[in-house]
């Protein structure tokens, strides 16, 4: 029986069910971001604290740089030394040495698990370079036949579902609360969004001093689940 290829919009948003699921091997659920010292400390502990704290980061911190370094791989995903530059560039951001790690492990898994599709770049482009999550992210989503848009709120939301997946473990909340945050953080995230879509790189930076000492706290943390 010969199989009906199908239509590259239909194949592309299976693509991206499979990009964005939990099931998806990036290691992603031994990463909280520093979440794992915020619950310790204190500052997050019911729906209410979490919202708070991930939306933040989407307005002020790392996962709002990320949104815009991403912007930039999805813009640049052919053109293998630009992608190379903005690797660097990415990688110099990090905040920490848990922050470094967090996206670079993260995304070079993520770029060998989608090496599955026709859609990411040959072993020899990639040798020499460190690959951040962002950077992997934009990069496959452009090859895969993913609008900007989509590709944006694609990362954001695999951002804050796998900080939300930490803290149902963590605090601990339940899976409705989880669900209940999820729902409450689609506004904040469709305006990081609509956000990023003005910003280039110049507007890299953050002001969640909060959550980078957080990350580095979590190095010296006595007992912990998460890597970061």
Same mark, same amino acid.
């Given at each position: 029986?010969?199989?009906?290829?199908?239509?590259?919009?239909?194949?592309?948003?299976?693509?991206?069910?499979?990009?964005?699921?939990?099931?998806?091997?990036?290691?992603?659920?031994?990463?909280?971001?520093?979440?794992?010292?915020? =619950?310790?400390? %204190?500052? +997050?502990?019911?729906?209410?604290? #979490?919202?708070?704290?991930?939306?933040? *980061?989407?307005?002020?911190? &790392?996962?709002?740089?990320?949104?815009?370094?991403?912007?930039?791989?999805?813009?640049?995903?052919?053109?293998?030394?630009?992608?190379?530059?903005?690797?660097?560039?990415?990688?110099?951001?990090?905040?920490?040495?848990?922050?470094?790690?967090?996206?670079?492990?993260?995304?070079?898994?993520?770029?060998?698990?989608?090496?599955?599709?026709?859609?990411?770049?040959?072993?020899?482009?990639?040798?020499?370079?460190?690959?951040?999550?962002? =950077?992997?992210? %934009?990069? +496959?989503?452009?090859?895969?036949? #993913?609008?900007?848009?989509?590709?944006? *709120?694609?990362?954001?939301? &695999?951002?804050?579902?796998?900080?939300?997946?930490?803290?149902?473990?963590?605090?601990?909340?339940?899976?409705?609360?989880?669900?209940?945050?999820?729902?409450?953080?689609?506004?904040?995230?469709?305006?990081?969004?609509?956000?990023?879509?003005?910003?280039?790189?110049?507007?890299?930076?953050?002001?969640?001093?909060?959550?980078?000492?957080?990350?580095?706290?979590?190095?010296?943390?006595?007992?912990?689940?998460?890597?970061?």
């Amino acid at each position: 029986m010969t199989e009906t290829p199908l239509p590259e919009a239909g194949a592309a948003f299976l693509r991206l069910l499979s990009w964005v699921s939990p099931a998806f091997p990036t290691g992603g659920y031994a990463y909280s971001h520093g979440l794992e010292w915020a =619950v310790e400390s %204190g500052d +997050v502990m019911d729906v209410a604290t #979490l919202c708070d704290w991930i939306g933040c *980061l989407l307005e002020h911190g &790392a996962p709002g740089s990320d949104l815009i370094i991403l912007q930039e791989a999805w813009s640049a995903a052919h053109d293998m030394p630009r992608l190379r530059d903005l690797a660097e560039f990415a990688c110099a951001c990090a905040s920490s040495r848990e922050r470094y790690d967090e996206t670079v492990y993260q995304g070079e898994a993520f770029l060998k698990a989608a090496s599955v599709w026709p859609v990411t770049p040959d072993p020899s482009e990639l040798r020499g370079t460190r690959w951040p999550l962002p =950077v992997t992210q %934009g990069l +496959v989503f452009r090859r895969g036949g #993913l609008a900007l848009e989509q590709a944006l *709120l694609s990362g954001g939301y &695999a951002t804050i579902a796998a900080l939300v997946s930490a803290a149902v473990r963590l605090v601990p909340l339940g899976q409705t609360d989880g669900l209940h945050a999820l729902a409450k953080l689609e506004p904040r995230l469709s305006r990081a969004v609509s956000v990023t879509e003005h910003r280039t790189l110049d507007d890299v930076g953050g002001a969640c001093f909060r959550s980078d000492l957080a990350a580095m706290h979590h190095e010296t943390q006595t007992t912990r689940l998460f890597r970061t």
